[in-house]
Protein backbone atom coordinates (compact mmCIF):
# COMPACT_ATOMS: atom_id res chain seq x y z
CA UNK A 1 0.00 0.00 0.00
CA UNK A 2 1.74 3.34 1.36
CA UNK A 3 1.32 6.20 -0.72
CA UNK A 4 3.96 8.20 -2.85
CA UNK A 5 3.93 12.08 -3.32
CA UNK A 6 6.36 14.41 -4.85
CA UNK A 7 6.97 17.42 -6.04
CA UNK A 8 9.65 19.74 -8.25
CA UNK A 9 9.40 23.38 -8.49
CA UNK A 10 10.22 26.80 -9.13
CA UNK A 11 8.89 27.65 -5.18
CA UNK A 12 9.43 25.45 -1.96
CA UNK A 13 7.98 22.70 -1.55
CA UNK A 14 7.39 21.45 1.74
CA UNK A 15 3.97 22.39 2.24
CA UNK A 16 2.98 20.84 -0.87
CA UNK A 17 4.43 18.01 -0.11
CA UNK A 18 2.32 17.95 3.37
CA UNK A 19 -0.92 18.47 1.30
CA UNK A 20 -0.27 15.88 -1.02
CA UNK A 21 0.84 13.40 1.32
CA UNK A 22 -2.16 13.93 3.86
CA UNK A 23 -4.72 13.42 0.82
CA UNK A 24 -2.70 9.69 0.77
CA UNK A 25 -3.06 9.09 4.09
CA UNK A 26 -6.02 6.80 3.65
CA UNK A 27 -3.34 4.41 1.53
CA UNK A 28 -1.40 3.55 4.89
CA UNK A 29 -0.68 5.41 8.46
CA UNK A 30 1.81 3.41 10.17
CA UNK A 31 4.36 6.17 9.37
CA UNK A 32 5.24 9.42 7.27
CA UNK A 33 8.30 10.74 5.94
CA UNK A 34 10.22 13.25 3.36
CA UNK A 35 12.82 13.96 1.85
CA UNK A 36 14.03 17.90 0.57
CA UNK A 37 17.14 18.71 -1.90
CA UNK A 38 17.76 22.14 0.37
CA UNK A 39 19.36 25.49 -1.52
CA UNK A 40 22.86 24.07 -1.06
CA UNK A 41 22.24 20.65 -2.04
CA UNK A 42 21.89 18.60 0.69
CA UNK A 43 19.16 15.87 0.98
CA UNK A 44 17.31 16.68 4.73
CA UNK A 45 15.21 13.78 5.39
CA UNK A 46 12.06 14.26 8.13
CA UNK A 47 10.59 11.13 9.54
CA UNK A 48 7.71 9.88 11.95
CA UNK A 49 6.01 7.21 13.06
CA UNK A 50 2.19 7.70 12.61
CA UNK A 51 0.16 10.59 10.66
CA UNK A 52 1.47 13.14 9.13
CA UNK A 53 0.10 15.56 11.10
CA UNK A 54 3.10 14.22 13.24
CA UNK A 55 5.70 14.77 10.23
CA UNK A 56 4.07 18.18 9.91
CA UNK A 57 5.14 19.82 13.30
CA UNK A 58 8.22 18.12 12.84
CA UNK A 59 9.12 19.79 9.04
CA UNK A 60 8.00 23.27 11.06
CA UNK A 61 10.78 22.91 13.28
CA UNK A 62 13.60 21.50 10.88
CA UNK A 63 15.29 23.32 9.03
CA UNK A 64 14.71 21.20 5.51
CA UNK A 65 13.54 23.82 2.76
CA UNK A 66 13.57 23.15 -0.81
CA UNK A 67 12.45 23.11 -4.61
CA UNK A 68 12.71 19.69 -4.68
CA UNK A 69 11.22 16.80 -2.65
CA UNK A 70 9.28 13.21 -1.74
CA UNK A 71 7.10 12.09 0.71
CA UNK A 72 5.92 8.70 1.59
CA UNK A 73 2.98 7.36 4.26
CA UNK A 74 3.83 3.77 4.97
CA UNK A 75 1.56 0.69 5.30
CA UNK A 76 4.16 -1.49 7.34
CA UNK A 77 4.39 -5.12 5.64
CA UNK A 78 8.31 -5.58 6.04
CA UNK A 79 9.64 -4.40 8.82
CA UNK A 80 7.56 -2.90 11.93
CA UNK A 81 6.18 0.36 12.08
CA UNK A 82 9.23 1.97 13.48
CA UNK A 83 10.99 5.15 12.91
CA UNK A 84 13.90 3.30 10.93
CA UNK A 85 11.17 1.75 8.66
CA UNK A 86 9.64 4.74 7.50
CA UNK A 87 10.35 5.92 3.89
CA UNK A 88 12.47 7.67 2.22
CA UNK A 89 15.52 5.33 2.73
CA UNK A 90 18.99 6.77 2.09
CA UNK A 91 21.78 5.95 0.44
CA UNK A 92 24.79 8.43 0.28
CA UNK A 93 23.69 10.97 -2.46
CA UNK A 94 19.60 9.21 -2.92
CA UNK A 95 16.56 9.57 -1.18
CA UNK A 96 13.70 6.66 -2.14
CA UNK A 97 9.95 6.49 -1.31
CA UNK A 98 8.38 3.54 -2.20
CA UNK A 99 5.33 1.61 -2.37
CA UNK A 100 4.96 -2.25 -3.60
CA UNK A 101 6.43 -5.21 -2.49
CA UNK A 102 9.82 -6.16 -3.62
CA UNK A 103 10.11 -9.98 -3.82
CA UNK A 104 14.10 -10.71 -4.43
CA UNK A 105 14.95 -8.18 -1.89
CA UNK A 106 17.05 -10.67 0.51
CA UNK A 107 19.17 -11.49 -2.71
CA UNK A 108 19.72 -7.79 -4.01
CA UNK A 109 20.58 -7.18 0.26
CA UNK A 110 23.57 -10.11 -0.23
CA UNK A 111 24.11 -8.37 -3.84
CA UNK A 112 24.33 -5.22 -1.70
CA UNK A 113 26.16 -6.30 1.55
CA UNK A 114 29.05 -7.58 -0.74
CA UNK A 115 29.45 -4.16 -1.76
CA UNK A 116 29.91 -2.74 1.55
CA UNK A 117 26.67 -1.00 1.83
CA UNK A 118 24.96 -0.91 5.44
CA UNK A 119 21.10 -1.43 6.02
CA UNK A 120 19.67 0.38 8.56
CA UNK A 121 15.85 -1.13 8.48
CA UNK A 122 14.28 -4.23 8.02
CA UNK A 123 12.39 -3.26 4.72
CA UNK A 124 12.51 -4.63 1.72
CA UNK A 125 12.50 -1.07 0.14
CA UNK A 126 15.95 0.17 1.26
CA UNK A 127 17.63 -2.44 -1.15
CA UNK A 128 16.22 -0.17 -3.83
CA UNK A 129 17.96 3.38 -2.34
CA UNK A 130 21.45 1.37 -2.04
CA UNK A 131 20.74 -0.36 -5.71
CA UNK A 132 20.23 3.46 -7.01
CA UNK A 133 23.06 4.83 -5.46
CA UNK A 134 25.15 1.79 -6.67
CA UNK A 135 24.00 2.63 -10.20
CA UNK A 136 24.23 6.16 -9.99
CA UNK A 137 27.69 5.83 -9.18
CA UNK A 138 28.28 3.05 -11.66
CA UNK A 139 26.16 4.95 -14.86
CA UNK A 140 26.46 8.58 -13.72
CA UNK A 141 23.23 9.41 -15.86
CA UNK A 142 20.12 9.38 -14.20
CA UNK A 143 17.87 7.39 -16.58
CA UNK A 144 20.55 4.78 -17.02
CA UNK A 145 20.37 4.16 -13.43
CA UNK A 146 16.96 3.95 -13.23
CA UNK A 147 16.70 1.74 -15.81
CA UNK A 148 19.58 -0.55 -13.96
CA UNK A 149 17.99 -0.65 -10.81
CA UNK A 150 14.77 -1.76 -12.79
CA UNK A 151 16.16 -4.49 -14.14
CA UNK A 152 17.19 -6.14 -11.07
CA UNK A 153 14.14 -5.81 -9.49
CA UNK A 154 11.35 -8.80 -9.06
CA UNK A 155 7.95 -7.67 -7.53
CA UNK A 156 5.85 -4.29 -7.42
CA UNK A 157 7.07 -0.88 -7.16
CA UNK A 158 6.05 2.60 -7.17
CA UNK A 159 9.60 4.70 -6.62
CA UNK A 160 9.84 8.46 -6.42
CA UNK A 161 13.40 9.50 -5.43
CA UNK A 162 15.68 12.45 -5.90
CA UNK A 163 19.52 12.66 -6.04
CA UNK A 164 21.93 15.76 -5.00
CA UNK A 165 23.52 15.05 -8.86
CA UNK A 166 20.63 16.39 -10.27
CA UNK A 167 19.07 18.71 -7.70
CA UNK A 168 16.27 20.08 -9.78
CA UNK A 169 14.75 16.52 -10.90
CA UNK A 170 12.60 13.66 -9.86
CA UNK A 171 13.44 10.01 -10.48
CA UNK A 172 10.62 7.76 -10.72
CA UNK A 173 9.92 4.01 -12.01
CA UNK A 174 7.01 1.75 -11.86
CA UNK A 175 5.98 -1.79 -12.06
CA UNK A 176 2.33 -2.93 -10.77
CA UNK A 177 2.11 -0.19 -8.40
CA UNK A 178 0.20 3.34 -9.52
CA UNK A 179 2.34 6.13 -10.16
CA UNK A 180 0.51 9.38 -11.51
CA UNK A 181 2.72 12.64 -13.05
CA UNK A 182 0.89 15.41 -12.21
CA UNK A 183 1.54 18.72 -14.99
CA UNK A 184 1.84 21.94 -13.01
CA UNK A 185 2.90 26.04 -13.94
CA UNK A 186 6.01 25.66 -13.10
CA UNK A 187 6.31 22.43 -11.24
CA UNK A 188 4.99 18.97 -11.72
CA UNK A 189 4.06 16.48 -9.42
CA UNK A 190 4.80 12.98 -8.54
CA UNK A 191 1.51 10.84 -6.79
CA UNK A 192 0.26 7.06 -6.44
CA UNK A 193 -3.87 8.57 -7.31
CA UNK A 194 -5.19 11.12 -8.99
CA UNK A 195 -7.23 12.78 -5.74
CA UNK A 196 -3.67 13.84 -4.20
CA UNK A 197 -3.37 15.89 -7.23
CA UNK A 198 -6.75 17.55 -7.47
CA UNK A 199 -6.23 21.32 -6.22
CA UNK A 200 -2.53 21.40 -8.15
CA UNK A 201 -3.08 20.02 -12.06
CA UNK A 202 -5.71 18.75 -14.46
CA UNK A 203 -3.44 17.31 -16.77
CA UNK A 204 -1.77 13.99 -15.91
CA UNK A 205 0.15 10.94 -17.56
CA UNK A 206 -0.27 7.78 -15.81
CA UNK A 207 2.97 5.61 -16.12
CA UNK A 208 2.38 1.91 -17.23
CA UNK A 209 4.56 -0.74 -15.71
CA UNK A 210 8.29 -1.20 -16.83
CA UNK A 211 8.80 2.60 -17.45
CA UNK A 212 10.74 5.23 -15.85
CA UNK A 213 10.53 8.83 -16.00
CA UNK A 214 13.23 11.81 -14.89
CA UNK A 215 11.09 14.79 -14.12
CA UNK A 216 11.83 18.46 -13.71
CA UNK A 217 9.33 21.36 -13.12
CA UNK A 218 9.46 21.82 -16.43
CA UNK A 219 9.98 18.80 -17.99
CA UNK A 220 8.84 15.26 -18.06
CA UNK A 221 10.96 12.29 -19.66
CA UNK A 222 9.10 8.51 -20.00
CA UNK A 223 11.58 5.73 -20.65
CA UNK A 224 10.41 2.37 -21.29
CA UNK A 225 13.47 -0.20 -19.76
CA UNK A 226 14.71 -0.97 -23.19
CA UNK A 227 15.89 2.88 -22.65
CA UNK A 228 13.33 3.80 -25.07
CA UNK A 229 12.19 7.52 -25.06
CA UNK A 230 8.31 7.12 -25.08
CA UNK A 231 5.26 9.57 -26.23
CA UNK A 232 2.84 9.14 -23.44
CA UNK A 233 -0.72 10.76 -23.60
CA UNK A 234 -1.40 13.76 -21.20
CA UNK A 235 -5.04 13.32 -19.79
CA UNK A 236 -7.11 15.52 -18.52
CA UNK A 237 -8.85 14.47 -14.93
CA UNK A 238 -12.43 13.65 -14.82
CA UNK A 239 -12.20 13.99 -11.67
CA UNK A 240 -14.50 16.82 -9.80
CA UNK A 241 -13.29 19.28 -7.39
CA UNK A 242 -15.36 17.31 -4.43
CA UNK A 243 -13.91 19.22 -1.33
CA UNK A 244 -13.59 16.21 1.14
CA UNK A 245 -14.27 17.07 4.60
CA UNK A 246 -16.48 15.78 7.45
CA UNK A 247 -18.83 19.11 7.27
CA UNK A 248 -21.50 18.15 10.57
CA UNK A 249 -20.11 14.68 11.01
CA UNK A 250 -17.47 13.41 13.42
CA UNK A 251 -16.39 10.81 11.69
CA UNK A 252 -15.65 10.29 7.82
CA UNK A 253 -17.93 6.63 8.74
CA UNK A 254 -20.99 8.26 9.98
CA UNK A 255 -21.41 10.66 6.89
CA UNK A 256 -20.65 7.57 4.43
CA UNK A 257 -23.47 5.88 5.98
CA UNK A 258 -25.75 8.71 5.88
CA UNK A 259 -24.59 9.38 1.86
CA UNK A 260 -26.04 6.57 1.08
CA UNK A 261 -29.48 7.57 0.70
CA UNK A 262 -28.47 10.01 -2.32
CA UNK A 263 -26.66 7.65 -4.04
CA UNK A 264 -29.69 4.95 -4.18
CA UNK A 265 -31.93 7.90 -4.93
CA UNK A 266 -28.92 9.18 -7.51
CA UNK A 267 -28.66 5.94 -9.07
CA UNK A 268 -31.94 5.31 -9.61
CA UNK A 269 -32.35 8.65 -11.23
CA UNK A 270 -29.59 7.99 -13.52
CA UNK A 271 -29.84 4.85 -14.33
CA UNK A 272 -33.70 4.26 -14.97
CA UNK A 273 -35.70 6.16 -17.58
CA UNK A 274 -39.33 6.26 -18.27
CA UNK A 275 -39.53 2.76 -19.68
CA UNK A 276 -37.50 0.81 -16.67
CA UNK A 277 -33.74 0.87 -16.71
CA UNK A 278 -31.83 2.40 -20.03
CA UNK A 279 -29.84 0.56 -22.50
CA UNK A 280 -26.36 -0.57 -21.96
CA UNK A 281 -25.88 0.97 -18.81
CA UNK A 282 -22.53 -1.59 -18.04
CA UNK A 283 -20.52 0.06 -21.41
CA UNK A 284 -21.63 -0.12 -24.81
CA UNK A 285 -23.45 -3.30 -26.34
CA UNK A 286 -23.28 -4.71 -22.83
CA UNK A 287 -26.96 -5.90 -23.02
CA UNK A 288 -26.80 -8.00 -25.44
CA UNK A 289 -23.34 -9.43 -24.04
CA UNK A 290 -24.84 -10.26 -20.73
CA UNK A 291 -28.22 -11.42 -22.68
CA UNK A 292 -25.86 -14.12 -23.90
CA UNK A 293 -23.83 -14.76 -20.77
CA UNK A 294 -23.96 -18.13 -19.56
CA UNK A 295 -21.66 -18.05 -16.08
CA UNK A 296 -19.84 -15.05 -14.44
CA UNK A 297 -17.26 -15.61 -12.30
CA UNK A 298 -17.38 -12.94 -10.10
CA UNK A 299 -13.84 -12.00 -7.85
CA UNK A 300 -13.61 -9.12 -5.28
CA UNK A 301 -12.15 -8.93 -1.59
CA UNK A 302 -13.57 -7.55 1.21
CA UNK A 303 -16.78 -6.07 1.44
CA UNK A 304 -16.67 -6.05 -2.44
CA UNK A 305 -16.39 -9.45 -2.20
CA UNK A 306 -19.52 -10.06 0.06
CA UNK A 307 -21.32 -7.78 -2.94
CA UNK A 308 -20.26 -10.34 -4.79
CA UNK A 309 -21.55 -13.22 -3.14
CA UNK A 310 -25.19 -11.60 -2.97
CA UNK A 311 -25.06 -11.15 -6.53
CA UNK A 312 -24.89 -14.26 -6.70
CA UNK A 313 -27.62 -14.83 -4.80
CA UNK A 314 -29.73 -12.85 -6.57
CA UNK A 315 -28.87 -14.15 -9.77
CA UNK A 316 -29.09 -17.71 -9.50
CA UNK A 317 -32.58 -16.98 -8.02
CA UNK A 318 -34.00 -15.78 -11.68
CA UNK A 319 -31.96 -16.89 -14.19
CA UNK A 320 -29.91 -20.14 -15.46
CA UNK A 321 -26.67 -18.13 -15.14
CA UNK A 322 -23.98 -20.08 -12.82
CA UNK A 323 -22.06 -17.88 -11.07
CA UNK A 324 -19.12 -17.91 -8.97
CA UNK A 325 -17.97 -15.35 -6.92
CA UNK A 326 -14.30 -15.87 -5.40
CA UNK A 327 -11.60 -13.73 -3.21
CA UNK A 328 -9.36 -12.20 -5.51
CA UNK A 329 -6.58 -13.77 -3.61
CA UNK A 330 -7.68 -17.50 -4.19
CA UNK A 331 -8.55 -16.92 -8.05
CA UNK A 332 -5.31 -15.33 -9.08
CA UNK A 333 -3.03 -18.50 -8.30
CA UNK A 334 -5.52 -20.99 -9.19
CA UNK A 335 -6.15 -23.48 -12.29
CA UNK A 336 -9.49 -21.76 -13.02
CA UNK A 337 -11.70 -23.61 -15.31
CA UNK A 338 -13.35 -21.14 -17.78
CA UNK A 339 -16.70 -22.32 -19.61
CA UNK A 340 -17.89 -20.75 -22.93
CA UNK A 341 -19.73 -17.50 -22.71
CA UNK A 342 -18.85 -16.52 -19.18
CA UNK A 343 -18.68 -13.02 -18.09
CA UNK A 344 -15.56 -11.90 -15.84
CA UNK A 345 -16.83 -9.04 -12.99
CA UNK A 346 -14.33 -7.58 -10.91
CA UNK A 347 -15.96 -5.68 -8.13
CA UNK A 348 -14.03 -3.29 -6.21
CA UNK A 349 -14.52 0.41 -4.21
CA UNK A 350 -11.02 1.65 -5.24
CA UNK A 351 -9.89 -0.10 -8.59
CA UNK A 352 -6.27 -0.41 -6.97
CA UNK A 353 -6.81 -3.25 -5.09
CA UNK A 354 -3.64 -5.50 -6.14
CA UNK A 355 -5.26 -9.09 -5.93
CA UNK A 356 -8.29 -8.13 -7.80
CA UNK A 357 -5.96 -6.17 -10.33
CA UNK A 358 -3.85 -9.45 -10.41
CA UNK A 359 -7.25 -11.31 -10.94
CA UNK A 360 -8.57 -9.35 -14.00
CA UNK A 361 -5.01 -9.38 -15.77
CA UNK A 362 -4.88 -13.01 -15.42
CA UNK A 363 -9.02 -12.97 -16.38
CA UNK A 364 -8.07 -11.46 -19.80
CA UNK A 365 -5.79 -14.34 -21.06
CA UNK A 366 -8.52 -17.08 -19.99
CA UNK A 367 -10.98 -16.58 -22.86
CA UNK A 368 -13.68 -14.38 -20.92
CA UNK A 369 -16.46 -13.50 -23.06
CA UNK A 370 -15.88 -9.96 -21.15
CA UNK A 371 -14.15 -8.16 -18.11
CA UNK A 372 -16.58 -5.94 -16.70
CA UNK A 373 -15.35 -3.96 -13.84
CA UNK A 374 -18.07 -2.38 -10.78
CA UNK A 375 -15.72 0.44 -9.87
CA UNK A 376 -15.79 3.77 -7.66
CA UNK A 377 -13.00 5.38 -9.09
CA UNK A 378 -13.14 6.15 -12.67
CA UNK A 379 -9.08 6.54 -13.55
CA UNK A 380 -7.83 3.42 -11.45
CA UNK A 381 -5.86 0.70 -12.38
CA UNK A 382 -8.85 -1.36 -12.62
CA UNK A 383 -11.21 0.35 -14.44
CA UNK A 384 -8.11 0.69 -17.37
CA UNK A 385 -8.21 -2.98 -17.53
CA UNK A 386 -11.25 -3.43 -18.49
CA UNK A 387 -13.79 -3.97 -21.46
CA UNK A 388 -16.52 -2.51 -19.96
CA UNK A 389 -17.21 -0.39 -16.83
CA UNK A 390 -19.94 0.35 -14.25
CA UNK A 391 -18.93 3.29 -12.22
CA UNK A 392 -21.09 3.52 -8.87
CA UNK A 393 -20.79 7.18 -8.84
CA UNK A 394 -20.52 6.60 -4.35
CA UNK A 395 -18.15 9.61 -4.33
CA UNK A 396 -14.77 9.65 -2.31
CA UNK A 397 -14.96 7.32 0.32
CA UNK A 398 -12.51 8.25 3.25
CA UNK A 399 -13.15 6.12 6.05
CA UNK A 400 -11.33 2.62 5.73
CA UNK A 401 -14.50 0.83 6.37
CA UNK A 402 -16.36 0.72 3.55
CA UNK A 403 -19.96 1.55 3.63
CA UNK A 404 -21.34 3.81 1.02
CA UNK A 405 -19.18 1.69 -1.55
CA UNK A 406 -20.93 -1.36 -0.65
CA UNK A 407 -24.12 -0.09 -1.35
CA UNK A 408 -23.56 1.58 -4.73
CA UNK A 409 -22.06 -1.85 -5.87
CA UNK A 410 -25.48 -3.63 -4.73
CA UNK A 411 -27.54 -1.06 -6.44
CA UNK A 412 -25.45 -2.10 -9.64
CA UNK A 413 -25.37 -5.79 -8.93
CA UNK A 414 -29.28 -5.87 -8.90
CA UNK A 415 -29.30 -3.37 -12.29
CA UNK A 416 -27.12 -6.07 -13.74
CA UNK A 417 -29.56 -8.88 -12.16
CA UNK A 418 -32.58 -6.90 -14.25
CA UNK A 419 -30.72 -7.63 -17.43
CA UNK A 420 -29.90 -10.46 -17.24
CA UNK A 421 -33.69 -11.75 -15.61
CA UNK A 422 -34.75 -10.58 -19.33
CA UNK A 423 -33.45 -14.58 -20.17
CA UNK A 424 -35.45 -16.12 -17.22
CA UNK A 425 -38.96 -18.48 -17.57
CA UNK A 426 -39.60 -15.88 -14.44
CA UNK A 427 -42.66 -13.35 -15.48
CA UNK A 428 -41.86 -9.96 -14.64
CA UNK A 429 -38.74 -10.22 -12.51
CA UNK A 430 -37.55 -7.06 -14.06
CA UNK A 431 -40.54 -5.06 -13.28
CA UNK A 432 -40.41 -6.86 -9.29
CA UNK A 433 -36.69 -5.61 -9.09
CA UNK A 434 -37.81 -1.89 -10.73
CA UNK A 435 -40.47 -1.83 -7.96
CA UNK A 436 -38.76 -2.95 -5.06
CA UNK A 437 -35.95 -0.36 -6.01
CA UNK A 438 -38.35 2.34 -5.99
CA UNK A 439 -39.47 1.60 -2.61
CA UNK A 440 -35.93 1.76 -1.41
CA UNK A 441 -35.09 5.77 -0.67
CA UNK A 442 -38.53 5.85 1.84
CA UNK A 443 -37.68 2.16 3.66
CA UNK A 444 -33.88 3.63 3.86
CA UNK A 445 -35.44 6.53 5.58
CA UNK A 446 -37.17 4.56 7.72
CA UNK A 447 -33.82 2.40 8.75
CA UNK A 448 -31.92 5.40 9.72
CA UNK A 449 -34.73 6.37 12.04
CA UNK A 450 -33.74 3.28 13.96
CA UNK A 451 -29.91 4.64 14.88
CA UNK A 452 -30.90 5.55 18.55
CA UNK A 453 -32.00 1.87 19.31
CA UNK A 454 -28.85 0.81 17.92
CA UNK A 455 -26.94 3.22 19.57
CA UNK A 456 -28.22 1.64 22.72
CA UNK A 457 -27.87 -1.82 22.05
CA UNK A 458 -24.43 -1.28 21.27
CA UNK A 459 -23.76 -0.60 24.89
CA UNK A 460 -24.54 -4.33 25.64
CA UNK A 461 -21.31 -4.94 23.05
CA UNK A 462 -18.56 -2.75 24.35
CA UNK A 463 -17.20 -5.15 26.54
CA UNK A 464 -17.85 -8.57 24.66
CA UNK A 465 -14.88 -10.41 23.26
CA UNK A 466 -16.79 -12.30 20.53
CA UNK A 467 -19.74 -11.94 18.20
CA UNK A 468 -21.89 -14.26 16.25
CA UNK A 469 -24.03 -12.92 13.02
CA UNK A 470 -26.42 -15.40 11.13
CA UNK A 471 -28.10 -15.22 8.01
CA UNK A 472 -29.80 -17.13 5.89
CA UNK A 473 -29.83 -16.63 2.04
CA UNK A 474 -28.83 -13.31 0.82
CA UNK A 475 -28.70 -12.50 4.23
CA UNK A 476 -25.70 -14.44 4.77
CA UNK A 477 -23.24 -12.56 3.09
CA UNK A 478 -24.97 -9.10 5.38
CA UNK A 479 -23.68 -11.58 8.01
CA UNK A 480 -20.32 -11.84 6.62
CA UNK A 481 -20.65 -7.80 6.10
CA UNK A 482 -21.55 -7.24 9.78
CA UNK A 483 -18.88 -9.01 11.16
CA UNK A 484 -16.46 -7.60 9.04
CA UNK A 485 -17.48 -3.86 9.65
CA UNK A 486 -17.93 -4.63 13.75
CA UNK A 487 -13.97 -6.58 13.82
CA UNK A 488 -12.38 -3.83 11.74
CA UNK A 489 -13.45 -0.96 13.79
CA UNK A 490 -13.75 -2.63 16.84
CA UNK A 491 -11.07 -4.76 17.03
CA UNK A 492 -13.99 -7.31 18.68
CA UNK A 493 -13.57 -10.66 16.91
CA UNK A 494 -16.90 -11.56 15.41
CA UNK A 495 -17.84 -14.14 12.70
CA UNK A 496 -20.51 -14.28 10.29
CA UNK A 497 -22.26 -17.52 9.67
CA UNK A 498 -24.82 -18.87 7.39
CA UNK A 499 -27.46 -19.49 10.28
CA UNK A 500 -27.74 -23.60 9.32
CA UNK A 501 -24.30 -23.54 9.66
CA UNK A 502 -24.39 -22.98 13.40
CA UNK A 503 -24.81 -26.32 14.68
CA UNK A 504 -22.35 -28.19 12.94
CA UNK A 505 -19.50 -26.25 14.91
CA UNK A 506 -20.47 -22.56 16.08
CA UNK A 507 -22.93 -23.62 18.77
CA UNK A 508 -19.88 -24.51 20.85
CA UNK A 509 -18.92 -21.34 21.21
CA UNK A 510 -22.65 -20.05 22.43
CA UNK A 511 -22.50 -19.22 26.48
CA UNK A 512 -24.42 -17.20 28.35
CA UNK A 513 -21.38 -13.88 27.27
CA UNK A 514 -21.64 -14.20 23.66
CA UNK A 515 -24.01 -11.82 21.91
CA UNK A 516 -25.63 -13.87 18.36
CA UNK A 517 -26.98 -11.10 15.97
CA UNK A 518 -29.77 -12.97 13.64
CA UNK A 519 -30.38 -11.27 10.48
CA UNK A 520 -34.28 -11.86 9.35
CA UNK A 521 -36.03 -10.53 6.74
CA UNK A 522 -39.47 -11.64 6.64
CA UNK A 523 -38.89 -14.33 3.94
CA UNK A 524 -39.72 -17.95 3.20
CA UNK A 525 -36.34 -18.61 4.87
CA UNK A 526 -37.61 -16.77 8.12
CA UNK A 527 -38.41 -20.22 10.10
CA UNK A 528 -35.28 -21.64 9.69
CA UNK A 529 -33.32 -18.39 10.87
CA UNK A 530 -35.93 -18.55 14.17
CA UNK A 531 -35.25 -22.46 14.70
CA UNK A 532 -31.76 -21.83 14.89
CA UNK A 533 -31.91 -19.03 17.12
CA UNK A 534 -34.18 -21.08 19.35
CA UNK A 535 -30.67 -23.24 19.31
CA UNK A 536 -28.80 -20.27 20.60
CA UNK A 537 -31.46 -19.21 23.47
CA UNK A 538 -31.79 -22.75 24.54
CA UNK A 539 -27.87 -22.47 25.20
CA UNK A 540 -28.48 -18.78 27.01
CA UNK A 541 -26.67 -16.48 24.21
CA UNK A 542 -27.79 -13.16 24.10
CA UNK A 543 -30.13 -12.83 21.26
CA UNK A 544 -30.62 -9.74 18.92
CA UNK A 545 -33.19 -9.87 15.54
CA UNK A 546 -33.50 -7.33 13.64
CA UNK A 547 -36.80 -8.39 11.29
CA UNK A 548 -39.72 -6.72 9.89
CA UNK A 549 -41.41 -10.02 11.32
CA UNK A 550 -43.49 -9.53 14.21
CA UNK A 551 -42.39 -11.69 16.57
CA UNK A 552 -44.53 -12.90 19.76
CA UNK A 553 -42.09 -12.98 22.65
CA UNK A 554 -42.65 -14.09 26.27
CA UNK A 555 -41.99 -11.90 29.03
CA UNK A 556 -39.02 -14.06 30.12
CA UNK A 557 -37.54 -14.05 27.01
CA UNK A 558 -34.50 -11.85 26.98
CA UNK A 559 -34.04 -11.53 23.20
CA UNK A 560 -33.59 -8.09 21.69
CA UNK A 561 -36.12 -7.84 18.75
CA UNK A 562 -34.99 -4.70 15.99
CA UNK A 563 -38.27 -4.08 14.02
CA UNK A 564 -36.88 -3.44 10.53
CA UNK A 565 -39.06 -1.65 8.24
CA UNK A 566 -40.68 -4.18 5.62
CA UNK A 567 -39.51 -4.46 2.23
CA UNK A 568 -39.01 -6.42 -0.91
CA UNK A 569 -36.86 -9.63 -0.96
CA UNK A 570 -34.25 -7.97 -3.85
CA UNK A 571 -33.64 -5.10 -1.75
CA UNK A 572 -33.17 -6.48 1.73
CA UNK A 573 -29.22 -7.28 2.11
CA UNK A 574 -28.89 -3.10 0.98
CA UNK A 575 -31.78 -2.26 4.04
CA UNK A 576 -30.33 -4.41 6.69
CA UNK A 577 -26.79 -3.52 5.86
CA UNK A 578 -27.49 -0.09 7.14
CA UNK A 579 -28.54 -0.66 10.61
CA UNK A 580 -25.27 -3.24 11.09
CA UNK A 581 -22.94 -0.20 10.12
CA UNK A 582 -24.70 1.73 12.75
CA UNK A 583 -23.86 -1.13 14.84
CA UNK A 584 -20.43 -0.99 14.85
CA UNK A 585 -20.06 2.51 14.42
CA UNK A 586 -21.49 3.10 17.89
CA UNK A 587 -19.79 0.17 19.11
CA UNK A 588 -16.31 1.67 18.04
CA UNK A 589 -17.89 5.13 19.49
CA UNK A 590 -18.22 2.77 22.80
CA UNK A 591 -15.08 1.66 23.05
CA UNK A 592 -12.99 4.98 21.19
CA UNK A 593 -11.26 3.61 18.97
CA UNK A 594 -9.65 5.42 15.81
CA UNK A 595 -13.31 4.87 13.67
CA UNK A 596 -12.25 6.15 10.16
CA UNK A 597 -8.27 4.55 10.52
CA UNK A 598 -8.88 1.76 12.45
CA UNK A 599 -4.96 0.40 13.82
CA UNK A 600 -3.44 -1.94 11.11
CA UNK A 601 -5.51 -1.14 8.22
CA UNK A 602 -5.46 1.14 5.07
CA UNK A 603 -8.07 1.92 1.99
CA UNK A 604 -6.65 0.85 -0.38
CA UNK A 605 -4.81 -2.60 -0.39
CA UNK A 606 -2.14 -2.39 -3.34
CA UNK A 607 0.27 -5.03 -1.70
CA UNK A 608 -0.93 -8.57 -2.15
C1 LIG B 1 -13.83 -3.41 4.55
C2 LIG B 1 -13.03 -2.88 3.45
C3 LIG B 1 -12.17 -3.82 2.69
C4 LIG B 1 -12.30 -3.56 1.19
C5 LIG B 1 -11.31 -4.46 0.42
C6 LIG B 1 -11.48 -4.32 -1.08
O1 LIG B 1 -14.58 -2.39 5.16
O2 LIG B 1 -13.06 -1.72 3.16
O3 LIG B 1 -12.47 -5.14 3.01
O4 LIG B 1 -13.61 -3.83 0.81
O5 LIG B 1 -10.02 -4.10 0.77
O6 LIG B 1 -11.27 -3.02 -1.49
P1 LIG B 1 -11.75 -2.52 -2.92
O7 LIG B 1 -13.23 -2.58 -2.93
O8 LIG B 1 -11.22 -1.12 -3.01
O9 LIG B 1 -11.14 -3.44 -3.92
Not at 216 to 244: P, Y
Not at 561 to 583: A, K
Request: proline letters at 3%; one cysteine or more; hydrophobic letters at 40%.
Amino acid sequence: MCGIFGVVSSQQVQSSLIDGLSKLEYRGYDSAGLSILTANNKIKRVRCVGKVKNLKSLLVKSKSRGVCGIAHTRWATHGEPILKNSHPHNSKCVSIAHNGIIENADELKKFLLKKKYKFTSDTDSEVIAHLLNYFVVYHNDATKALIAVTKKLQGSYAIGGICDKWPGTLLVACNGSPLLIGIGNDENYISSDMHALSNKSEKFILLSDMEIATITKDTVDVFSQSGKKLKKTISNSTKSNIEISKGTYKHFMRKEIYEQYDIVVNAIKNKIGAYGLLPNIFGPNSDKLLLKTKHIHFVACGTSYNAALIAKYWIEDVTDIVCTAEIASEYRYRTVNVPKGTLFVAISQSGETADTIYSAKKAKTRGYSSLLSICNVPESSLTRLSDLVYLTHAGPEISVASTKAFTSQLVALLFMTMVLSRTSSLKNIEKTILKQLKSLPSILKRTFSLEKIIKTIAKNFKNKKHTLFLGRGASYPIALEAALKLKEITYIHAEGYAAGELKHGPLALVDKNLPVVGLMPDNNLVNQVLSNLAEVKARQGLVYIFTNKKLKNSKTDKTKVVSMPSCGHFVSPIVYVIPMQLLAYYVAIEKKTNIDQPRNLAKSVTVE
